[in-house]
């Protein structure tokens, strides 16, 4: 059976990637038909007046699945990120991010094997800011109940499905009262109500993050919000040797795009 996957290339060293990715697809003699979308720079470039065309979002919700290359976000002004577009636009709440020592990979560290969960369509990185008066900018962090809900089952059904035996909530609730608190409480809810043979435990994000470099191998399952989830899931990569060694996934209840490694 034939397989309908979308082709976003990226921009930058992006369509480098895809054509790696492509080769190595081949090679394996995967039953994959490629249907090849754009976003990011490349997509103006060939015409489309958004970095993110309704052409591409609606070619992802047909097929349901899609591999994606890197895409340029400019730093402190011009667009938005196109990930950041892809999860809103398609609902894809979790993300998923695979961190293993691999073999011929020399690092400081032996025998990690860590994967990082992250809540994806809320929190600060969604990137809802406002200007106040001139000189005086806020950025509002939403939380919501269902979305900390939907994470948290996500996560554990997740562990068990992949026979992982500890998760590790990372939050800021000493200062965040509220949100991370919120957060907590509803990871330590799906736990008690459904999820007690996993593991489970709660580490303050910077706390957690000296631990990370003093021995990743504490950690099984990390489940965090959002814009943790960011810097946690790239310090981690540097644990076993970089971004290129790392795969990322971002799933929604019916479509998943993934990340090719570069």
Not at 12 to 41: D, L, Q
Request: aromatic residues 6%; charged residues 25%.
């Amino acid at each position: 059976m034939i397989h309908k996957v979308v082709l976003i290339p990226g921009d930058g060293i992006g369509p480098e990637v895809a054509v790696a990715t492509r080769r190595i697809f081949e090679a394996a003699k995967a039953p994959i038909e490629w249907s090849e979308h754009y976003a990011g720079t490349q997509a103006i470039e060939r015409g489309h007046d958004s970095v993110l065309p309704i052409e591409t979002i609606q070619a992802i919700q047909k097929h349901k699945v899609a591999l994606k290359g890197p895409c340029t976000t400019p730093i402190g002004g011009g667009f938005g990120s196109v990930n950041v577009a892809l999860r809103k636009n398609l609902n894809l709440y979790g993300a998923v991010r695979p961190v293993k020592s691999m073999e011929g990979i020399k690092t400081r560290y032996e025998g990690v094997d860590i994967v990082v969960v992250r809540e994806n369509t809320e929190g600060l990185y969604a990137g809802i800011e406002n200007i106040i008066t001139d000189g005086v900018i806020t950025s509002l962090k939403v939380v919501t109940r269902d979305a900390c809900f939907r994470i948290a089952r996500f996560a554990f059904e997740f562990a068990v499905k992949h026979k992982r035996k500890k998760i590790t909530v990372l939050h800021k609730a000493n200062i965040m009262k509220l949100g991370d608190g919120l957060f907590l409480r509803c990871a330590q809810e799906v736990h008690e109500k459904d999820f007690k043979q996993i593991g489970y435990d709660e580490q303050i994000i910077d706390a957690a993050c000296m631990k990370l470099v003093q021995d990743p191998t504490r950690f099984d399952v990390i489940l965090t919000e959002n814009l943790y989830g960011d810097v946690v899931s790239d310090l981690c990569a540097g644990l076993v040797g970089g971004l290129g060694v790392t795969p990322g996934a971002n799933y929604g209840a019916e479509i998943a795009v993934f990340e090719a490694v570069h």
